[in-house]
């Protein structure tokens, strides 16, 4: 009886060893998917090395063959992580790639020995393996959708995607603030990024611009851990088809000094950073060549005089270069309400201001290309044609 009840407890200690094998908790989902690169992100419950299988979607098995292993590594050694990164680069313009992820689990590591444990991935044998498609060069039209100011509010994502149309959208673009501060990399997650990964994102890259909100927590430096990781910035410049999309990072909205940023901040000196990085976009042969130019940013860059630091300062640095550029469009959120601002002699482009409540939608059609306001009840509530110059 003795032996049988130490028995028992023993197995009671040990049975969660047994019973809980590493697992995918989070993801896979994409990112930074251009014409030739994409990167695939997960996150695994137990620290792990990670990897990626990639295979051509040309209808055979995915066990037909041994396919290309890409890993999650840094400076030449595979990573033990719980969060995954890997970027695939060498890609082709418009094809459809299949993949699956791995975590092999990492019991110990000493010295040059490692024990290794059980092994979480994708299924692709009783599913359908993943899918990604690359950006297309020279696709003769474009349409992608805009979302910003979620704040956290996950239950909006899927209506909002619906009316918009989503699964049949080149690109789907976050602008912002899709949570309201970033304390554990969980708040990703349960904020807005299950919901998405449910939805596309394990076929279709968000495209992440940084709102104000995303600059606010503990966690905050960790935001490109997550989003845009591999790249050399979180601003950037991509391009499909006609369109030649600029994508600004606008920082706070307050003062780096305001008593609410405990002195942590030094937004100032990172859109100067920027503004000197915008400068360069106009030698861009892709800009060059582009029939619309489009400017995606989370805080408006409007003509107001009552206006808060972080836009002021936008307006400052920013502004002067984007009046020389022929920006047919600038989308932006944070004021959430709706706000269209005509060009003027100070700002000569159009800003489009989205609310929390809606979404913007972008199709070109040859020499046009038209931006369209929905709301959450799927009602349009603003459009406008624009032409190509």
Not at 180 to 194: A, L, Q, Y
Not at 238 to 255: A, F, Q, R, S, W
Request: proline share 4%; net charge neutral; hydrophobic share 35%.
């Amino acid at each position: 009886m003795k032996k049988s009840f130490v028995l028992a407890v023993f197995l009671i200690f040990l049975s969660p060893s047994i019973i809980h094998a590493i697992r995918i908790v989070h993801g896979p989902y994409l990112q930074n998917v251009y014409q030739t690169e994409a990167t695939i992100v997960w996150l695994s419950d137990k620290p792990s090395v990670g990897w990626v299988e990639l295979a051509p979607d040309d209808g055979t098995n995915f066990y037909a063959e041994q396919r290309s292993k890409f890993y999650d590594t840094k400076i030449g050694v595979k990573r033990t992580d719980s969060l995954h990164v890997v970027r695939l680069t060498g890609l082709t313009p418009g094809v459809t790639y299949r993949y699956r992820v791995f975590s092999k689990e990492v019991l110990s590591h000493t010295n040059t020995f490692v024990q290794y444990g059980k092994v979480a991935s994708t299924d692709v044998y009783r599913e359908k393996p993943l899918t990604f498609k690359t950006l297309e060069e020279n696709k003769k039209d474009v349409s992608f959708v805009v979302l910003n100011d979620v704040h956290g509010r996950h239950d909006v994502i899927t209506p909002l995607l619906k009316y918009a149309d989503y699964q049949n959208r080149d690109m789907i673009f976050f602008n912002g603030d899709m949570i309201s501060i970033v304390n554990k990399g969980e708040d990703f997650f349960t904020g807005f990024m299950d919901e998405c990964i449910g939805l596309f994102a394990k076929n279709k890259s968000p495209y992440y611009v940084r709102g104000n909100h995303e600059t606010r927590g503990k966690f905050a430096t960790h935001f490109q851990d997550y989003f845009n990781p591999r790249q050399s910035h979180l601003y950037g410049a991509m391009h499909m088809g006609p369109v030649y999309i600029i994508m600004l990072d606008t920082g706070e909205d307050k003062p780096d000094d305001d008593i609410e940023y405990s002195g942590i901040t030094d937004y100032d000196q990172y859109r100067t950073e920027q503004a000197e990085w915008l400068k360069t976009l106009k030698d861009d042969p892709l800009y060059k060549a582009a029939k619309y130019r489009i400017v995606i940013a989370h805080m408006p860059t409007t003509d107001g005089r009552n206006e808060w630091h972080g836009p002021v300062d936008c307006v400052k640095k920013f502004t002067p270069i984007l009046n020389d550029m022929n920006i047919d469009l600038m989308i932006c959120g944070h004021l959430h309400r709706d706000m269209y601002c005509e060009p003027n002699s100070r700002i000569k482009y159009p800003v489009l201001v989205n609310s929390n409540q809606g979404s913007v939608e972008v199709n070109t059609q040859g020499d046009k290309f038209k931006a369209v306001v929905r709301h959450l009840d799927g009602k349009v509530v603003w459009e406008r044609e624009y032409s190509a110059r």
